[in-house]
């Protein structure tokens, strides 16, 4: 059974960083490519960071570009997101995601649960 558990959300200042986890268990995590997603209130979930499998290719959404920083650890099964001068507008709930397409089985998705991050002063 396919595990992935986010850790690390919570309260922080405007300016201020907090460091997610990611947590996979029951797959081939090197395997996949993984995302950080969030959704911010009364907003759809939205792509925020994806690393490759690899980890050689990193992306961003322009919104959090040069203030976040995703990682993986293989060894480990772990997946991460540094998120340094946070700001009102990143408070939201934070969703690992594990995506790896095979030409014979098609696409597979698995999905934590969330963390909250609220950025307040």
């Known amino acids: 059974q396919v595990q992935l558990v986010e850790s690390g959300g919570g309260l922080v200042q405007p300016g201020g960083s907090l460091r997610l986890s990611c947590a996979a268990t029951?797959?081939?995590?090197?395997?996949?490519?993984m995302k950080w997603y969030r959704q911010r209130p009364g907003m759809e979930r939205e792509l925020v960071a994806r690393?490759?499998?690899?980890?050689?290719?990193?992306a961003y959404v322009p919104a959090v570009k040069g203030r976040f920083a995703i990682d993986r650890d293989d060894a480990k099964n772990i997946l991460t997101l540094q998120m340094n001068s946070l700001k009102t507008d990143d408070t939201a709930v934070y969703y690992c995601n594990a995506n790896r397409y095979e030409e014979l089985t098609g696409e597979t998705d698995y999905w934590g649960q969330g963390t909250q991050v609220t950025v307040s002063s």
């Open positions: 690393i490759k499998s690899g980890g050689g290719i990193r």
């Open positions: 029951g797959l081939t995590f090197s395997l996949y490519e």
